[in-house]
Structures are given as structure tokens and as C-alpha cells.
């Protein structure tokens, strides 16, 4: 039935049959669904729209407007959404996938079935896409993110750079290329290449002395490779002088803020002539440095639907005075996060580009996916001064554009259909992005009652 001939109405039954999986059986048109009556976030700093509509149409927004002014296709489902408030979902630019399960933290948890249920865990809390940054294991990264699935978009970098046993902390060190020569350098990149990596991750950091630095010989090959073939570079680091060499090495982004220093006019004045580099500030993965009294909301029995009492156990610790720290290493910590407070302020006020990068599922984000992308959002109003709209807008509209994804970060038409629906309003309080309703993705709803139910007491 499908020989050569009749191919083409074959593919034509296919289309067919894949539009018929969002097409009302009564209507014969893709389905529509009205969401009216809440207050929307666009997520691009513009003032709200109070008692607004916005027509989903499969997994796209076709239009956005105020209730009764917005046209909507006949026979739509409504869903009335009065008193609550829609925010487009965030993206996370930093994240480290499969290495955590619950309480657990190695390599041997970097399996299909995990990195699944992390994108599951990403999209519970309202994250629509995530980038893994540099800690992929093999092939199984690319092969996951090509499935079809509920969950979060998942974006890798592959395996990243480093000097040989020099990358990423703890579990994680492995998976990095590590590398002593350009050529080999260049072939890594063309690996990555061919595999349509998201992007391309290095490090650059001495972790307090004890590894060798990736050399500004290495990094330049890397850059240089990746460029040649449309790939971009982000690096982790530490200091103000790294970063300088790394920005005139031609460097895209940087997966955390520079915390040995406060940054200078020089530094300012490059950041001016590359006016596309993106910093992510890590908060939530300083969090320990940054919060230093327990907080209320981590007795919220929210949590409890997404974790496990041993994991939020471990989060009230994380987040309290711990009598046997070595003082001088706290205060060293505490210095760190406080100069990456003011850099992250001042990068902001001179106009950077700030994403949100929290850095969960690595050596010092843990396995709270999701919470600390919501978290990093309320910090960056009450540790570094952003206006709640401000901050909304780095964890929406800007973290999706430094990943190049242009149909997330906005509620606007022709974008996907993937967004928040809250209890309360973020503009009054930031920590109302954690009080959430619904969540869509695509146009779908995740079934949040029913991961939770999955998930109880596991995670
Ligand atoms: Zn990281």
C-alpha cells in the first residue's frame, strides 16, 4: 500500500493521522482552548494585562489580548482563570542532569530513565527548558533529547573541556573531555559538532589551586573550532582576569558571575563591545553562601509533593548555620557569593545580558529541580535589587533567547504554548512563582497530582 506510487498520499494519510492527535473529533479543526480572566506576564518587562485572554491552538498561542478582544476560534474550550495570574514558563541555563536521584550523587544514576524524570521534575515546577552543561554522559544526552515527551525541553552541551581530570567536581569529572593539545581539542569540538551539540562548555578554574587552569591556548582552539562551525562557547569560572581573556578569545557566555573581584571599567568596556554575551549568576548553587539564616518557606508542606522528607531534610541543613563549618572557609564562601551579588547588580544596571542559571544537579545545586530555578528568581530581587517584572524577565524572556530559543520565554502569539498558571502575583512577591496552579507545556497539561503521586516519598 505504501510502494512508491502511492507514497505521496501515504505521507499525506500520516500528516493526517499526527493532526488528528490535536483535531476535535466534533469540529474537525485542531483544537483551541480560551484561557480567560487572569493577569498575564508577557515576560518581556511590559506591564501586565489584567482580565486577559489567550487562544492555544494545539501547542501554539495564537493571540493575547484583553478578555472580548481577543478573537477566538468557534466551538474553543474555555477555562475561566479569573484571580489567578499566567507567566510564560522559565528556562534554566544551567543545569546538571542525571547524576542525582534522591539522595544519591553518582554516575551511576545517569540513566534514560532518570534524565526522564528529571525533565519531568523540571516541567512540575514550571521549567520548560533546560541546558546541561557539560556533564553528558556518551551518546544517551542526544538520544533522550530527540524522543518525544511530556516533560521539559532538554538542551545538551555534551561532554565539556577541561586540562585532563581538571572539569567538572565530584561524580561528574569523567565526563569531561580533557584535553592537552589543540588538535585534539578540535576534533572534540567536531564530535560535538556532528552531534548538534546546544552549545559548548569549558572550564576555566583552578578550583581553589588544586586542578591545572584549561590554557588560553586550549580555550582559543576550542572557541575558534566551535565558531567554525556555529557552535557557541560558555565557560565556568571564577575570576575577573580569566574572564577578560576569555571575552577577548571571542567567549559567548558564562555559566557563572566572576566572584574573586568586583568586575572593573575594563571589564564593563568589553562587555559593551560584545553586547550578546550572556552571564548566568548561579544563586541557587551559592545558596548556602547567600542565605544565611533558614528561610520559612522550607517548611512549606508544598515541597513535600515534589520531594522526599530525606531530601528536604537535607535542604533545611543546606540552609542553616552549620556549627562544624571551618569559619574561615564560610567567610571565604560568604565573600564569594557577596562579590557575585554586586557583580550580578552591576552587570545588570550596565545593560548585560543576565540569565538564569542555577546550576541544580551538580556538586553544589542538588537534586531540588526546579525549586532552585524559582529560588534564584526570588534572589535576585532580595539579595541583588531587581524589580520582581525585572527578574521575571531574566528567568523568561532572556534565558530562552541566550538559548536560542525563540518560541519560549513569551506569551505572544506564534510562541509554544508553555506557561504557568499561579494562586498569587509574582509582581507583589516574588516567592508567588512557587505558588503554582497548573502548568502547561505545548499546549498540554503536565499532570502535576499525578508525578506527585509517582514520586511520593522517592526524590
Ligand atoms: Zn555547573
Redesign the pocket.
Known amino acids: 500500500m505504501c510502494g512508491p506510487i502511492w507514497m505521496r498520499s501515504c505521507l499525506a494519510a500520516v500528516a493526517a493521522l499526527l493532526l488528528a492527535a490535536n483535531t476535535s473529533p466534533t469540529h474537525g479543526q485542531t483544537r483551541a482552548t480560551v484561557f480567560e480572566g487572569a493577569r498575564v506576564i508577557v515576560g518581556d518587562g511590559s506591564a501586565p494585562i489584567e482580565n486577559a485572554a489567550i487562544v492555544v491552538t494545539g501547542d501554539r498561542i495564537t493571540a493575547v489580548g484583553r478578555r472580548g478582544e481577543v478573537a477566538a476560534p468557534a466551538g474553543a474550550a474555555r477555562i475561566d482563570l479569573a484571580g489567578k495570574t499566567m507567566m510564560p514558563a522559565l528556562v534554566d541555563d544551567?543545569?546538571?542532569m542525571g547524576y542525582r536521584r534522591g539522595t544519591s550523587f553518582t554516575a551511576d544514576n545517569y540513566t534514560r530513565e532518570n534524565l526522564l524524570d528529571m525533565l519531568d521534575r523540571y516541567a512540575w515546577y514550571g521549567v520548560a527548558a533546560v541546558l546541561e552543561?557539560?556533564?553528558g554522559r556518551g551518546d544517551l544526552p542526544y538520544r533522550v533529547r530527540a524522543e518525544a515527551r511530556t516533560g521539559a525541553r532538554y538542551l545538551t552541551t555534551g561532554s565539556g573541556f577541561g586540562m585532563p581530570n581538571a572539569g567538572?567536581g565530584g561524580p561528574m569529572r569523567d565526563s569531561a573531555y580533557g584535553v592537552t593539545e589543540e588538535a585534539q581539542a578540535r576534533k572534540y569540538v567536531r564530535e560535538l559538532a556532528a552531534h548538534k551539540a546546544d552549545m559548548v562548555k569549558i572550564w576555566v578554574d583552578d578550583r581553589n589551586g588544586t586542578v591545572e587552569k584549561l590554557k588560553p591556548n586550549l580555550y582559543r582552539a576550542i572557541i575558534d573550532e566551535a565558531h567554525q562551525h556555529n557552535l557557541r562557547v560558555m565557560a565556568?569560572i571564577t575570576e575577573l582576569a580569566d574572564a577578560k581573556d576569555l571575552l577577548r578569545a571571542g567567549l559567548d557566555g558564562f555559566?557563572?558571575m566572576v566572584r574573586d573581584r568586583d568586575v572593573d571599567e575594563e571589564f564593563l568596556g568589553l562587555i559593551k563591545t560584545r553586547p550578546n554575551v550572556f552571564f548566568l549568576e548561579?544563586l541557587w548553587?551559592e545558596r548556602r553562601a547567600i542565605i544565611t539564616a533558614k528561610p520559612a518557606w522550607v517548611d512549606d508542606p508544598a515541597l513535600r509533593e515534589a520531594f522526599s522528607p530525606e531530601s528536604l531534610q537535607q535542604l533545611a541543613e543546606q540552609l542553616s548555620p552549620d556549627p562544624k563549618a571551618d569559619p574561615q572557609a564560610v567567610q571565604r564562601a560568604r565573600a564569594m557569593a557577596a562579590t557575585n551579588l554586586r557583580n550580578t547588580a552591576k552587570l545588570y544596571a550596565a545593560g548585560a545580558r543576565i540569565g538564569l542559571?542555577t546550576?541544580t544537579g551538580?556538586?553544589s545545586?542538588g537534586q531540588f529541580f526546579g525549586l532552585g530555578s524559582h529560588v534564584e528568581l526570588e534572589l535576585l530581587v532580595t539579595k541583588v535589587g531587581l524589580t520582581p517584572m525585572q527578574a521575571l524577565a531574566v528567568g523568561t524572556r532572556t534565558s530562552a533567547e541566550n538559548l536560542g530559543l525563540s518560541d519560549l520565554g513569551t506569551l505572544a502569539a506564534g510562541k509554544s504554548a508553555d506557561f504557568i498558571v499561579l494562586d498569587a502575583n509574582p509582581l507583589d512577591d516574588i516567592a508567588n512563582t512557587r505558588r503554582i496552579n497548573r502548568v502547561y507545556l505545548r499546549g498540554e497539561e503536565i499532570p502535576r497530582a499525578a508525578l506527585s503521586a509517582k514520586w511520593n516519598g522517592r526524590g
Open positions: 544551567h543545569v546538571h552543561t557539560g556533564t567538572p565556568h555559566a557563572h548561579t548553587g542559571g546550576d551538580g556538586v545545586g
